[in-house]
């Protein structure tokens, strides 16, 4: 009997060990969205993407403590559902903070490359931990503070990305004579529909894997996490049954095509 309660408490332990390793991972972002060239839209366009306010709700307070993610890892998913040409692209997520004193702090992790056009898929896991991004400057004054990114998430903070066109500069007409930039590129991969989906890890644990993650959910918006139905986004299309309390949207701004209706619940 000692034998038998002794293994039932260990085999209780190791699960709930397990639980809070998995639990030390956060979705940053998942969603589908149509990404515009026109410089008003309201999620960046011209080769940005990106999203503050009430999209932080859900994210840790703190991204250092008591779990760092500054010292962890963030792990991609891109998959382009549809876009007017074939031309490989990278896609790099940033963070922009400013704080009080208007400062301008941007930092970024590695390009993740895409081959191009529908059904270009790239899960990318190999990124180096926060504290070894690019930074767009260098002085300890003007550095992304990760204890305090939920706190500075109005204005111009936010977090997005940047997509870098196969000529190694971003199609958009903002830059002007940077070479960074090039609107004359723009037509090569907008309007493209795109399903991103962006986890973080704190340092010392394991990546659940992106079995965990479906078609919508979490951390800043993006979708439902409830959906237990496959979506064809590039026909906008469903063979599966779908709980009567979701409803057909045929507004493709939003951000997936069934919108789970609160009020059916």
């Known amino acids: 009997m000692k034998i038998f309660i002794r293994t039932i408490l260990i ?18 972002r998942e969603e589908t969205f149509t990404w515009e060239e026109a410089e008003d839209a309201y999620f960046g366009g011209n080769g940005f993407h990106w999203w503050n ?10 991204w250092v403590s008591p779990h760092n993610y500054f010292e962890g890892r963030f792990y991609y998913r891109y998959e382009v559902i549809s876009q ?25 992790d590695d390009r993740v490359p895409l081959s191009g056009g529908p059904g270009s898929v790239t899960e990318y896991n190999n990124a180096p931990p926060p504290s070894r991004w690019w930074t767009y400057h260098e002085n ?14 109005g204005g111009d903070n936010r977090m997005g990305l940047a997509l870098w066109s196969d000529g190694n500069c971003i199609p958009s007409t903002w830059g002007g004579t940077n070479p960074d930039f090039c609107q004359d590129r723009r037509s090569d991969y907008f309007p493209m529909r795109i399903r991103i ?8 644990h ?4 992106w ?4 078609s919508g959910g979490g951390g800043g918006g993006g979708g439902n996490p409830d959906v237990t139905f496959s979506i064809d986004y590039q026909n906008e299309r469903t063979s599966q049954n779908v709980p009567n309390y979701y409803q057909y949207s045929f507004n493709q701004n939003r ?3 069934w919108i789970k209706c609160q009020k059916w619940i």
């Open 11 to 28: 085999s209780l332990l190791t699960l709930l060990f397990a639980q809070q390793v998995q639990a030390q991972e956060f979705l940053v």
């Open 197 to 204: 989906t962006i986890v973080a890890v704190a340092e010392g």
């Open 84 to 108: 007017p040409t074939n031309k490989p692209f990278d896609l790099m997520f940033l963070i922009w903070q400013f704080k009080e004193d208007g400062k301008h702090r941007e930092t970024g």
């Open 211 to 214: 079995s965990n993650y479906g």
């Open 140 to 153: 300890a004054d003007q550095l992304v503070d990760f204890t305090t990114i939920k706190q500075y998430n």
């Open 206 to 209: 394991t990546f659940s894997g």
């Open 255 to 257: 951000l997936d095509y």
């Open 53 to 62: 306010g009430d999209d932080y709700s859900s994210y840790p307070a703190n």
